[in-house]
């Protein structure tokens, strides 16, 4: 699975972007994708993440409320629909593929880097005050 993150910019606080991370082959309708972000001289950390079906999503505290993560298997593409940002939320922000096909891991699971196989390369988002 390759996937290509698109979609960052610089937007003012309490302003909205969407990002969207488009993926190849025919099997992405049979993977939970996640988002994550890092900002400079932290740590990769959880945002967000969507189950194979799109029934179940998941979401850092942090983002709760004003994120929200879909996805389109038709398009095999996820999105992350980012409301009321808040220069905290400034970091690059990367999406990711489970590395089992149809797996069902939980918020827990979900929340690690180490449960994702497949990363895109990233895109930025800076929220200026």
């Known amino acids: 699975v390759q996937l290509q993150a698109s979609g960052g910019g610089l937007v003012q606080a309490g302003g909205s972007l969407r990002l969207s991370c488009t993926a190849s082959?025919?099997?992405?309708?049979?993977?939970?994708m996640g988002w994550f972000r890092q900002a400079p001289g932290k740590e990769r950390e959880f945002v967000a993440a969507?189950?194979?079906?799109?029934?179940?999503?998941y979401y850092a505290d942090s983002v709760k409320g004003r994120f929200t993560i879909s996805r389109d298997n038709a398009k095999n593409t996820v999105y992350l629909q980012m409301n009321r940002l808040k220069p905290d939320d400034t970091a690059v922000y990367y999406c990711a593929a489970d590395r089992s096909q149809y797996y069902i891991g939980g918020y827990y699971y979900y929340t690690e880097a180490n449960a994702y196989g497949y990363w895109g390369q990233g895109t930025q988002v800076t929220v200026s005050s």
């Open positions: 969507i189950s194979w079906s799109g029934a179940t999503t």
């Open positions: 082959g025919r099997t992405f309708s049979s993977y939970t």
